[in-house]
């Protein structure tokens, strides 16, 4: 059974269609990589899914069952990386995880633990008394991961959690990733990187001007491509034979 | 930890760590409140009068002119140094003296005959300094006194007085009026002529007063049991007042930098109720509204022996609803901003024209009528007016509760707007 299910989510801004009809599905324990040029509606669908924007039409279910307003437990079952550093750069480490453990009311030695299994993950543990702004964009992206797994979420949303990194900090991310998903997480991924999609997901999901284009494994997607365009390709060749060579705004 | 208190700690330990924040609102508001207490709460009790720099110039040299200086000169409102009219002119347009008074040739003679009404008035120049135009009125008023004074003794005891008299009889025989008016008059000027000739006349005459005001003030300044005006408590109501409002201002372009930083999808995918989230960042502005006015009247207290004679629990009242106040403000200012930099000069100039016509800065009797009853709309009034309440003027507490009540209100009205216009949708 899905854990969580995105049924025909639409959302329009004014007259701009951002999301159109969007539907797939993601299972615990699976990585779905949410891919698509600027502007598509990645961004606006893990808006929805998080709660964050309401859509026009269509529902999220969590475990089969919509969310009721902001204060449903159900959403202690999401975590949320956005893309933004979305931490308090005055702030030590602890104190950012500490103050986000808290809106999930964790507290005590739960809060602590939780703290510190995070900050282990994310191999931040010996940084964790020293202000955030004191750290360097791989770190920060690092401890943006943990403050969305303190309340050991079952969906980890995560919207291009490695824009901006070095190789060694994106390398470390992968591996946080990976050691999420053995433990059962199920892990929706926004990218813009196909080399990343290629190596962690088990489904890909193309999405542009709204809608989802082609929902499958890789290997579905290069033979789909490799029918019209002869030969396997790799994930960018799918990607663009899908999206199109014209720019994006 | 409740999300509450998580949202309550959270503000105050950004708000502390942050050494800039802390100074502009606890540091500046002491330093400018005892600056301008300094200046309204006048002279001290060793210190001098400050006076106004008067520069004179007698051209007449006449025992009328020559009065008029030696009195302006004894006057202790004014600082007064003689000299050239192009010297005098020059000290005004530099600045060195607010109002220079020029004595034309021949003032005396023609006074004396102005004085009963049969010669022209001859003017006294006074060029001035138009950045300074209160101190223009005061010495208007000041030397219309010592002019007066200086004229009438003269014309009632004086040589040219005594003189004026031996020439206007003939001229009253002369004319053409009423027979009976004539002999009265004429018999009133005999009596004066008599009065003058007494062997003890001349004796007197350097003692002689002239017109002189037929009154004095007793003036009662209308403080707490009758204890000295303490200029410090108003001084540094005000700039409680505005500080706290600038902090809460940055609260409020700080909640639009946390939406911007990507912060508010962190809050708001959390299950945290939308009025908790508002009630965290209410709460945490009182407390730290709060504490700049409680640091400030305690620097206030030990330093300048500021007193809260209207009652403790008056003054907590009021503190605590202008603590609500700014903190719901700063609310405000994160619904209805844009973007931080155009939140933060359009709140700066709010808060600026808040505290103007609150009556932070200057007493508001120099606005104008209409200006003065559109303060009644200015949270900040009400603030300073319940905080002087509480202060100086020592009224009871019960003259806290209709300023807290507004200040209530205006929090309410703030809130209410914000929760109204809040952008909760995280696009």
Sequence with gaps: ????????????????????????????????????????????????????????????????????????????????????????????????????????????????????????????????????KT?????????????????????????????????????????????LKRAGKALLYTTHYMEEAERLADRIVVIDHGKVIADDTLDGLQMRVAAVAGGRANLETVFLTLTGRSLRD | MTPLLALVRKDLLLFFNDRRSVIVSFAVPIAIASFFGSIF??????????????????????????????????????????????????????????????????????????????????????????????????VRGVMTQHVMEAVSREMFGGAQGRTHIEQIAPKIEASGMDAQQKQLLLQMLQSVRRYYDRPEANAQAQNRGGITMPYTVREEPMTAAGTAYNGYAHSFSGMGIQFLLFAMANLGVEMLLERQRGLWKRLRSAPVSRLTLLLGKGISGAIISLLILGVCFAFAMIVFGVRIQGGLLGFVGVAVACSMMASTFGILVAALGNTPATARGVTTLAVLMMVMLGGAWVPTFIFPAWLQQLTVIVPVRWAVDGLDAMTWRGIGSSGAILPSRILLGFAAAFSVVAAMRFRWEES
């Excluded at chain 2, 007698?58 to 200086?69: C, G």
């Design chain 1, 1 to 132: 059974m899905a854990i969580l299910d995105v049924r025909s989510l639409r959302k329009s801004f004014g007259r701009v269609v951002a999301v159109d009809e969007v539907s797939f599905s993601l299972e615990a324990g699976r990585l779905v990589g949410l891919l698509g040029p600027n502007g598509a509606g990645k961004t606006t669908t893990v808006s929805m899914i998080a709660g964050l924007v309401t859509p026009d039409k269509g529902e999220v279910l969590i475990a089969g069952r919509t969310l009721q307003g902001d204060t449903d437990a159900g959403k202690r079952r999401i975590g949320l990386v956005p893309q933004d550093l979305a931490l308090y750069d005055e702030l030590s480490a602890r104190d950012n995880l500490r103050f986000f453990g808290a809106l999930y009311s964790l507290s005590g030695a739960a809060l602590d633990t939780a703290i510190a299994g995070a900050l282990e993950l994310v191999e931040l543990a010996d940084r964790a008394r020293d202000a955030v």
């Design chain 1, 135 to 179: 750290f360097s964009g791989g770190m920060k992206r690092r401890l943006n991961l943990a403050a969305g797994l303190l309340h050991d979420p079952d969906i980890l949303l995560l919207d291009e959690p490695t824009v901006g990194v070095d190789p060694q900090s994106r390398n470390a991310i992968f591996g946080n990733l990976e050691t």
């Design chain 2, 41 to 138: 709460n006048g002279p001290s009790r060793n210190g001098e009068r400050a006076r106004i720099a008067v520069v004179l110039v007698d051209q007449d040299d006449s025992t009328i002119s020559k009065a008029i200086v030696a009195s302006a000169q004894s006057d202790p409102n004014l600082k007064v140094t003689a000299t050239d009219p192009e010297a005098a002119r020059t000290a005004v347009r530099r600045g060195r003296a607010a109002v220079a008074v020029i004595i034309p040739k021949g003032f005396g003679e023609a006074a004396g005959a102005a004085f009963f009404g049969n010669g022209e008035k001859p003017s006294l120049d006074m060029p001035y300094d138009p950045s300074r135009n209160t101190e223009l009125a005061m």
